[in-house]
Structure formats: C-alpha cells, structure tokens
C-alpha cells in the first residue's frame, strides 16, 4: 500500500506559478511511474504529466512548455511546477504512483486560476 498526500494547491492569477508537492508514504524508488491528473468538473480524469523510473517525461500537449514533473527518490517527493498558468488549468489535480501490481491516489488539491 502506498499513501499520497497532495499539497500546493490554491487561488492564483492567470500567468502566475504555483507548485504541486506529493508526499508518498514508502519509496518511490521502485515506481513504474508516477504522474499528476486534473479533472475539472464535468469532465473525465486526464493526464498531466509522468515521469518514469528512468527519468522519461510525458506532458499533455495543453501543459507542454508550462509544467514539469520531476521527483525526489531520496525524499519520496513528486513535484508540479505549474508556470503561466490558465483559466482553463482550474482543477482537482491528483498525484499517481504506478507500481507493476497496482495504482495508488491521492486524495487531490484544488487549483483555481481566476483573475
């Protein structure tokens, strides 16, 4: 089993940044891959970014150049910067940890971008 607690989230302007923390509960050194969702209301779960156990970065094509995941093996930390951010990116943003057996989420973070 593993526990994810997402934090960061909040109220910010469009164009400015905000980042995303997820605290996993046990390494995630041995994760397949781990990645940030969004869903907005009325809409499906969608895919933000991932990082694999290698490294390998994936971005939807509406974050690319805005967004980077990246993660701590030795805090068991994964991250989103979220720069030049969007209405349209206001969502619950959930963090992903994806073993070879399962897949665990958190509980999610509320980001609003509103002006």
């Known amino acids: 089993q593993v526990q994810l607690v997402e934090s960061g989230g909040g109220l910010v302007h469009p164009g400015g940044s905000l980042t995303l923390s997820c605290a996993a509960s046990?390494?995630?050194?041995?994760?397949?891959?781990l990645a940030w969702y969004r869903q907005s209301p009325g809409k499906e779960r969608e895919l933000v970014a991932a990082i694999s156990s290698g490294g390998s970065t994936n971005y939807a094509d509406s974050v690319k150049g805005r967004f980077t995941i990246s993660r701590d093996n030795a805090k068991n930390m994964v991250y989103l910067q979220m720069n030049s951010l969007k209405p349209d990116d206001t969502a619950v943003y959930y963090c992903?940890?994806?073993?070879?057996?399962?897949?665990?989420w958190g509980q999610g973070t509320q980001v609003t971008v509103s002006s």
């Open positions: 046990r390494s995630i050194f041995g994760a397949k891959e």
């Open positions: 992903q940890f994806r073993s070879f057996v399962a897949v665990y």
